[in-house]
């Protein structure tokens, strides 16, 4: 209970947990924010929210309208979720004391005496685990309709919920999560499959085509509605999809984004040891820079070794694609591609690179198989 010697004041409760704002970076600002559930979905405030930025202190308070649960705290892997009771409190964030960021709570009253009850949730972020206190009772303890779970987004529409309920299954079979990543990228692969095989033999008939497409382009060099048309009629004839190649990849994309955020966020892997890789959620670095050296506009301090083994095989699957040798386009892509991955994977949880390293060698194998391997059986039977 809160005691006043007068009535007609107002008072706030400020809440700074032990998640805290340090190492503020440009590079962590999106694993640390405040937020708070409106009633129906959860709303981020950062430094540079518009809320934040359109006032002049950077303060910014919520009007209540009944609708509102709770403010939180929030980092990568935990959460401190305050729920107030049902009096009528606005909620407050401010960003103003650039050593001190808070959140809390504030109302008027015109009561001397006053008590308040607050429940706080501290721990991961973990939807099963929430869920518990959606609605809880124990004694006098007593959670309704919290919503805490709320706090949790879904992962690429459940697809990167599902993919990180298999590897949990994974795990319990073969207690290691480097292990239970490769077995998971072991059966994606082999799902895809049937996808990957068919679209290195549109590969292959494309490039048998290019001769007679070459010889299309020279003849209406200067006529593109007709060479278009001639162009999709040779398609026709010879059975081609030209876009055949393209499906294994747009089907691996929403795939890759749910692995993406589901190991950027997996509590899991949070101190996770694997070969030689420290912590499966931080980039497998085996050397930093000294005296904190950042390399401008690559944003690369340390030597990470998976991302290196991850260029080197996927240009290696690049040189044996059908198409490399007729296509300069492709040629070129050969070392665009890998470098765009190279810098987009860098500085990710080596969880997610050693995902995309094993994809890419599984299909150096697949092309190396069908290469080199199934001509000597074919020629042998």
């Not at 050593?99 to 972020?125: A, H």
């Not at 055949?244 to 993406?260: K, N, V």
Request: proline share 5%.
């Amino acid at each position: 209970p809160l005691n006043f010697d007068n009535s007609g004041i107002s008072y706030s409760i400020g809440w700074k947990s032990n998640l805290d704002f340090k190492n503020f970076t440009k590079d962590n600002r999106r694993y640390h924010y405040y937020s708070y559930f409106n009633g129906k979905k959860v709303i981020k405030v950062e430094e540079n929210s518009k809320i934040i930025k359109e006032s002049e202190n950077k303060y910014a308070e919520i009007k209540n309208t009944g609708i509102e649960k709770w403010i939180a705290k929030e980092d990568r892997y935990f959460a401190s979720i305050i729920l107030p009771d049902y009096q009528n409190y606005n909620y407050f964030f401010d960003f103003g004391n650039t050593k001190d960021y808070t959140c809390g709570f504030l109302r008027k009253t015109d009561k001397s005496i006053l008590k308040s009850t607050f429940y706080i949730y501290n721990g991961p972020k973990i939807r099963k685990i929430l869920k518990k206190y959606n609605n809880y009772t124990n004694e006098n303890f007593e959670v309704k309709d919290s919503n805490f779970s709320k706090i949790v987004e879904p992962i690429m529409f459940w697809i990167g919920d599902g993919i990180g309920f298999i590897i949990n299954i994974i795990y319990k079979i073969f207690p290691n999560y480097g292990v239970a990543i490769i077995i998971l990228t072991i059966i994606i692969k082999l799902l895809l499959y049937p996808l990957t095989h068919k679209s290195m033999q549109e590969q292959e008939k494309l490039t048998k085509l290019q001769p007679k497409l070459k010889e299309l382009q020279e003849k209406y060099r200067d006529k593109p509605e007709i060479l278009n048309r001639e162009t999709m009629n040779l398609y026709k004839k010879e059975g081609v999809n030209p876009f055949g190649g393209c499906l294994p990849i747009i089907l691996q994309m929403p795939i890759l984004i749910a692995m993406y955020q589901l190991l950027d966020r997996m509590v899991e892997l949070k101190g996770a040891k694997f070969l030689w890789i420290k912590d499966l959620s931080f980039p497998d670095a085996i050397y930093f820079f000294p005296n904190n050296f950042v390399i401008p506009l690559l944003n690369i301090g340390s030597i990470n070794i998976l991302p290196l083994i991850m260029v080197i095989v996927q240009i290696l699957s690049s040189f044996f694609q059908p198409e490399v040798q007729s296509n300069n386009q492709t040629k070129m892509m050969i070392w665009a591609l890998p470098l765009v991955f190279f810098f987009l994977f860098y500085n990710v949880s080596s969880g997610l690179v050693l995902y995309w390293t094993i994809m890419n060698i599984l299909t150096l194998g697949q092309q190396l198989i069908k290469k080199y391997l199934l001509p000597k059986l074919a020629v042998k039977h």
